[in-house]
């Protein structure tokens, strides 16, 4: 058993290297470790009685592992919350060999993007957009326009500039002496990169497949080139213009208007208006090169019930006001499926301030307070009324007694657990359904007899046995054969084409 870690942050080429890594028959690395994902595989692999973390995290590197290979995406805080949870089983942080005990054999590639501000743009793009990935059949359209503001981009730049230096210091601490490579690299030459990585890992072995379309695709087009000029300009001025002792004062600005809607939907970036009134129009806001000290609207998010709380911060454009109005339009974060949203009701807090503040600060000292709900979507009220009796646990998930696990923001496609997309026709009910599975066609599934499934097409009965990493497990109940089979992608195609 080896353990393969590749420890990157956002918007560094990390799906791209986990594709090829899987093209050359590796399993494909996902971030396992946050705790929606840790969750689905609890429930994939019957873990969820286990509450000593040490033990959960064997049990999890056992059961997900292909042909003796564990592997697996890292970010900082993601191994933060591994080391701590491993903390609080024994006595002190653990060293290198407690945490070899759990991850056998580890091997680290340090994956990171040599060009900081790049990485920066897309980060601040994607938060905005919700497009995180880009594969071979989805297109640059956006839900929602990205919206340009220096302060988060430099924010971000910060930010992933933090996270390279923790993995600088946690391998110099732990004595590891990882694989580096760089993105850039990696696009320029994958052949020459992946023969260095497995070599590295001591996988020499294995094929290598380089398609000519890769599955993912870069997310860089012309509105990142735009904002990376429009960013190296700003950041001029800035380093020119600032002056710190030239800001006026905070009480010359106020909130004149925010247009928040009573309700939005579900996997939507909501878009607020904003005007800021002022008494002094002739002034240029402009703050220094870090992205500190501009005129700033903080922005908190906070659930009713749920301990959910979301920051969003964005500069007020420096250009002259509109008579004596700075009009801006920024984007509410919220999380995007398969992570849950969850419906009710949310307070918005507004702070004006010359620097980014946090979520108590904002919350105490707000120019503006709000309320807006997010409304269960159609399709999970239909989900409901098919299903019937679906339970609700706290992350999000719903549990249907008889199946497991699934999220329905796009019922009739369900994320379920174990198998991932799948397709409920809804002419077909009790006393089976039929569900489209894109890597085995139609089946049939009848919850009195579910894990037992039937291939309309062949008519022939299988059980499903579970699943490991890559792969899911069929037993044919009458040859006694096993089938393995891919978890689904996600996919929208209409199913019907298929019959």
């Not at 702070?351 to 000292?365: P, R, S, T």
């Not at 098919?386 to 646990?393: A, D, E, I, P, R």
């Amino acid at each position: 058993m080896k353990s393969i870690f590749i420890c990157t942050s956002p918007r560094s080429g990390s799906y791209h290297l986990a594709d090829l890594l899987h093209q050359s028959s590796l399993p494909f690395a996902e971030e396992i470790f946050i705790p929606f994902h840790e969750n689905a595989l609890s429930q994939n692999y019957k873990l969820g009685g286990i509450s000593d973390k040490v033990e959960f995290y064997k049990k999890l590197v056992e059961k997900h592992s292909e042909e003796g290979v564990f592997i697996a995406k890292l970010m900082p805080d993601q191994l933060k919350r591994v080391l701590k949870n491993v903390e609080l089983c024994q006595d002190g942080p653990p060293d290198m060999d407690t945490f070899s005990s759990i991850f056998p054999n580890p091997k680290f590639i340090h994956l990171r993007r040599s060009d900081l501000l790049a990485q920066a743009i897309s980060l601040t793009k994607a938060r905005q957009t919700g497009q995180w990935i880009k594969t071979s059949d989805s297109d640059e359209r956006y839900s929602i326009q990205p919206y340009y503001s220096y302060i988060e981009i430099a924010y971000s730049k910060n930010r992933l500039g933090r996270m390279h230096q923790f993995w600088d210091g946690w391998f110099d601490e732990m004595g590891i002496q990882p694989l580096r490579m760089f993105y850039e690299n990696l696009v320029d030459d994958p052949a020459a990169e992946l023969a260095a990585l497995f070599e590295f890992i001591g996988e020499t072995h294995r094929p290598r497949s380089f398609p000519e379309d890769p599955r993912f695709k870069k997310t860089t087009s012309s509105v990142n080139r735009s904002w990376y000029k429009q960013y190296n300009q700003q950041e001029k001025e800035a380093k020119d213009a600032f002056s710190p002792e030239a800001r006026p004062g905070i009480e010359n600005f106020h909130l004149k208007k925010v247009s928040l809607q009573p309700e939005y939907e579900k996997q939507t970036r909501p878009r607020l208006d904003i005007e800021i009134e002022t008494t002094l129009p002739e002034t240029k806001l402009i703050g220094d090169p870090n992205g500190l000290r501009w005129l700033t609207v903080n922005i908190l998010i906070e659930h009713e019930t749920e301990e959910l709380s979301l920051l969003s911060h964005f500069e007020v454009p420096p250009q002259e006001p509109t008579g004596n109005c700075y009009k801006l339009s920024p984007i509410l974060y919220l999380p995007l499926p398969p992570a849950p949203v969850f419906d009710g009701y949310y307070k918005l807090h507004i702070n004006l301030a010359w620097e980014l503040k946090y979520a108590e600060y904002i919350a105490a000292n707000a120019h503006y307070s709000g309320q807006f709900r997010i409304k269960p979507l159609e399709a999970q009220k239909n989900s409901q009324k098919f299903f019937g009796n679906v339970k609700m646990s706290k992350d999000g998930w719903k549990e249907l007694e008889w199946f497991g696990f699934i999220l329905d923001e796009h019922f009739p496609w369900i994320f379920h657990s174990e198998h991932n997309w799948l397709y409920f026709k809804t002419s077909m009910k009790d006393p089976e359904y039929h569900v489209f599975d894109h890597a085995i066609g139609w089946i049939a599934i009848q919850p009195d007899k579910y894990p037992e499934i039937r291939i309309l097409e062949t008519n022939e009965s299988f059980r499903y046995m579970g699943r490991t990493a890559d792969q899911r497990h069929f037993q044919n109940l009458n040859t006694k054969e096993i089938l393995n089979f891919p978890p689904n992608d996600k996919s929208y195609n209409d199913p019907t084409e298929y019959l």
